[in-house]
């Protein structure tokens, strides 16, 4: 099934551990994104790429950190984990080639608690 | 600042009519997008407007107002599984998405 797989589902760490949450698209979109989705607030942009090989700083990037190798992944990492990235964490990808004028396809999201 | 503001919760009831609300002040315009998100689920898209206006799909429409900078979500015959947030998001000058905190829509039989 075309789409975006995230991986881990959910994932419990502990502070000043270092976390990757992998993310694959099989659709060929140019454009990827990583969002954070906390209580109360709107999805925030944390790094986005429009294509592979170059990437960007969205609204919340401090203690993230992204890489687009290919097309296809766009892993997300945080280098020392702080309870306030305890949060659900969502991939998407977009077919526009203009940043976040397209429809966002996402992933099924990635639960992280860090304690 | 920029800003979307949404309702955070409605209630309606099975078979009736909800219209969800959205109004924004952003630094320009380049159209608006609704997303739907059932609980621990990803959001899917459910409609896209740049033109003032009413934009129907089903039971689902949209309706935009650039100049009041307004936009409504309306759900005819609502069914049980239409129970989920609706996220309103807004397109700014530089592209860029911003997004409404969602309004959580409780139906009831």
């Known amino acids: 099934i075309a789409g975006i797989t995230q991986a881990p589902t959910s994932q419990i760490l502990a502070a000043g551990r270092r976390m990757t949450l992998r993310c694959t698209q099989d659709m060929r979109h140019n454009a990827m994104y990583w969002y954070r989705q906390d209580l109360g607030l709107g999805l925030r942009l944390i790094h986005y790429s429009n294509t592979a090989g170059t990437t960007g700083k969205g609204e919340v990037p401090d203690g993230y950190s992204v890489s687009r190798a290919n097309t296809d992944d766009f892993p997300l990492t945080l280098a020392s984990a702080v309870p306030s990235q305890t949060s659900v964490y969502f991939c998407?990808?977009?077919?526009?080639?203009?940043?976040?004028?397209?429809?966002?396809?996402f992933g099924e999201g990635s639960r992280l608690t860090v304690l | 600042g920029q800003n979307i503001d949404q309702p955070t919760e409605m209630t309606a009831t099975e078979g009736a009519i909800v219209q969800i609300n959205c109004t924004y002040q952003t630094s320009g315009f380049n159209g608006l997008f609704w997303y739907q998100q059932h609980a621990g689920e990803a959001p899917t898209f459910l409609s896209y407007?740049?033109l003032d206006g009413l934009e129907e799909k089903g039971r689902f429409s949209s309706f935009l107002s650039r100049s009041k900078g307004y936009s409504y979500l309306l759900l005819k015959e609502l069914q049980m599984k239409d129970s989920a947030s609706y996220l309103c998001?807004?397109?700014?000058?530089?592209?860029?998405?911003?997004w409404g905190a969602g309004t959580k829509l409780i139906i009831k039989p």
């Open positions: 998407a990808s977009s077919d526009s080639g203009d940043h976040d004028t397209g429809e966002l396809f």
């Open positions: 998001a807004v397109v700014d000058s530089n592209y860029q998405l911003i």
């Open positions: 407007n740049v």
